[in-house]
């Protein structure tokens, strides 16, 4: 956001110290460094924040490929409760997350594959229009990326549920969440996509063949090249998807974004195995963590085929 650069900048320094030191950041880590309460407004005990912040930290957790419940109650759970009518039980909740109380998750298209409900205290299952509080019985689902924890969640039949609803029109809300979830994953794989680059370049400095660093090979250039090419028209559409998320509407920037960006990931991960070689390959080299998780972003919150029908459905209507 144009302004807020140097705090920006800032927090990302801070995030990248943070997040350096171990790949799994447990809940209260996430706490403490306040970024769960990014967007939770000030009397609550938030920051007072807006997504622009929080998409900083999403960013830096892809970089890192961290394991830890920011997405599913620090971005998702927030934006939700943002969303809805103000009353008494929202703000509980807003007050609970950025003081620690409490962990939500939020089952935003269906009750499978929930980001981060294992764990958590409470679902926000939105159907209907509203947001119902859900006590649920969860039954973790494996996938191919073991830094993020999914989850079928089934609410308890017996708990009485609070219903809550929307701000403004519900499928406006809806649709923007949806937006919101889709441009946070852009970030991460973003954020992934870099630390792929960078390794790739380090690497190729100091690995040695027919006596010369095979950076100095011209494959390997062209190919690292090829690499930030697509990860500086990543960062322009992620830019400017957060940018619209921030002012409200941003199905078209979403779309380009988690349709490109995703997509792209992918294949800088998979670049930076080939150009690592045979130790590439090997559990010790990292790269598969990064991998895996570029693949399930891909998939998350609609995959790039989807978000690029949306795109064509848009200027079809447009044309016509």
Known sequence: ????????DELRSVAADVLGKDRVVDWPVLVDAGWVGLEIPERLGGAGA????????????????TAGSYLGSGVLAVGTLNALQP??????????????ECRLAVALDSPDFVPDAAGADRVLVVADGAVSVAECDVTPVPVVDETRRLA????????????LRFDTDADVAVRRLRDRAAVAIACDSLGL???????????AKVRHQFGRPIGSFQSVKHACADMLVQIEVCRQLVDAAVTAVVAGDAT????????????????????????HGGIGYTWESGIHVYLKRAALNRSLFGSPAAHRRTLAHRYRNQGE
């Open 152 to 163: 079928t969640v089934s609410p308890r039949a017996t708990q009485q549920q609070a219903i």
């Open 50 to 65: 807006t997504f622009a912040e929080s998409a900083v930290i999403c960013r830096e957790m892809g970089r890192a490929a």
């Open 193 to 203: 996509a870099e630390a792929m680059l960078a390794a790739t370049v380090d690497y």
């Open 87 to 100: 009353s008494e039980t929202r703000d509980q909740l807003l007050a609970g997350i950025a003081a620690g």
């Open 1 to 8: 956001m144009t302004g807020f650069e140097e705090f920006h």
């Open 252 to 275: 078209t920037a979403a779309a380009m974004a988690k349709s490109h960006v995703c997509g792209a990931a992918v294949d800088i991960a998979g670049k930076a195995m080939q150009l």
